[in-house]
């Protein structure tokens, strides 16, 4: 057990060094974009003094290494600076939207689990079917059709001629229901592309472990193929799908913008998107961070559910650190 | 003396890359109940083979079997998969050749051995089954059997391994065990306490053995009778003390050549000039023609067949 705390503990550094440097690149970002923050934020009418004023308000006549450190040190006590437009903190505005964006992105990966898992098993245990092959069409396909194609013809096809789902929002507060209803369209446009490639990746690792010495090991015992399968071979050929969702929920939290523009969803891709528009960078730096941290914590998740299954690397880490 | 059992003309065409290849072809055997039959013979000489056809686990999409195989009497030639199922872990078993990669490694040990239990005897309650796990793994030699069936097979060496695979093979209690070359991939020492091993649990379990291996040591240590495998067809079978005695087929007696007390670094470079030709390139006359010292015109032409050469000893030789 001391090997996993120990393992624990590594990782978190990796991880603060990571969550660093990803808020120093997105500090140069603000210095690389063109234009004066302080200037095109006031819009051009706007005197002199008045954008000295700002300029100074928002700490731009600092020196470079300066502003660096005392942006890294206010992020550091979870202050991720002042909007000077609606005046709100921009920690409160970016939490505010996150449980959207993360909400849409867990449901979009559970619900690419939900159907990729089984149907890749279901291919694995019948390989060279005519469901296999169909399966196998049926996902490459999902995989090479861009999301936001999906995501408007789900639109025409569930909420305009089928009237069966709500086109737009995020549903009344408190209402579960409601929020859960109209977030179905928006996940499933996030998901399909993921359903055809989980399936794909199972297929090929279940397969793999279904050749494996110790499965034949179970047949030549008689264990049922049922226990065989959903037993012994799933749990290492889960592996592989497992170290893709750390990726894929990475992903799907920027790659959620979309989903949130076409369905008109708050979130953290749509904050983004209107203060690039504005140039009002505290705010895209904001939320791009806390992004970042999002997908550091998953994939640290992730690393952790692994030595979690697989014995041997527990095992690794033991050595490691002792 | 009963037969558990009788294999009939067998032969198992499996698809290659490189087309079919009749890799057993006509190969005749009875295992006695209450007997250990070894299997001897090169390696691709089509061993495993013929334990994965008597288990019924060849893939059926890729393997045609002929010819008959009778376990107390039931034909398994063309039984339904489930039927085969049913009799593997109450009726038969095989353990493997390599035990770094026959357990899972993702699972314990406990829970490994504990599913084969619950299939044979399902009415037992989770005390009585650990106490038989640990009983288990006590009578095949772990040490600590507390610490070690909790263990996962990564914690355990290769001969623990094995034993582990025996304990699964008697939890099991099957009619017909096979073990294939459950020695060969051990170190020496290692491979003298598994035979060991085997040679003591004679005493308890009651089936019969396919014993399997290369090693005619201890075929000749561990076995009843012998059966010899050269390309797919059987050679020669007897008694094991008297082919071992008096070979009556030269690949035999070249086998019992190239072994003779050597220790086994020494075997493997010593061996019989030439190759086992492949099954995808098998002519006419007898199969052993192109490597036999003597070997004329006629073993090229006609194909000797197995036939009794005294009581209870058959040779494929037109010599024999
Ligand atoms: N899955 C397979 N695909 C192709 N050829 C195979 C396969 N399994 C066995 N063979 C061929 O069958 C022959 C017998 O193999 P095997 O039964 O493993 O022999 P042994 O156990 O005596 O070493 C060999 O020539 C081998 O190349
Ligand atoms: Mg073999």
Redesign the interface.
Known sequence: MSGLSGYILSRLGTTALVVVGALTLLFALTLLVPGDPASVLLGPRATPEVIDDLRRRMGLDLPVWLRLLKFLGQVAQGDLGIDFISGRPILTMVLEVMPYTVTLAFASIGLAVAIGVPLGTYAATHP?TAADQALAVVSVGFIAVPNFVIAIYLLLIFSIWLDWLPVLGTGRPGDFWDQARRLILPAASLAIGWVGYIARLMRSSLLEILN??????????????A?VVY??AL??AALPTIAILGLGIGRLLGGAIFAEIIFARPGLGKLIYEAIGTRNYPIVQGGVFVIVLLFVLTNLLVDLVYAW????IR?NLGKASS | MTLLADLRDLRVALATPAGPAQVLDGVSLEIPRGRIVGLVGESGSGKSTLALAL?G?LPA?LSRLDGSIRLDGEELVGASPERL??????RM????Q?PM???????TVATQLA??LK?REPGLSGAERRARLLGMLDKVGIADPERRLHA?P??LSGGMRQRV?IA?ALL?RPDLLIADEPTTALDVTIEAQIAGLIRDLRRDFAGSILFISHSLGLVAELTDEVAVLYAGTLVESGPTAEVFARPRHPYTSALLACEADLDRDVREALSIPGEVPSPLERGTGCVFASRCIRAEHRCREETPLPRPVEAGRIAACHFA
């Open positions: 060279n494996e010495p110790y499965i034949r090991t179970n047949r030549a015992f008689g264990l049922s193929k226990k037993k012994y749990k290492g299954i697989d014995p041997r095992a | 288990l686990l999409s199922q049913a009799l593997r872990g109450t078993a095989m353990i493997f390599d990669t026959a357990l899972n490694p993702l699972f599913d084969v299939r996962y990564h914690e695979m699964m099991c």
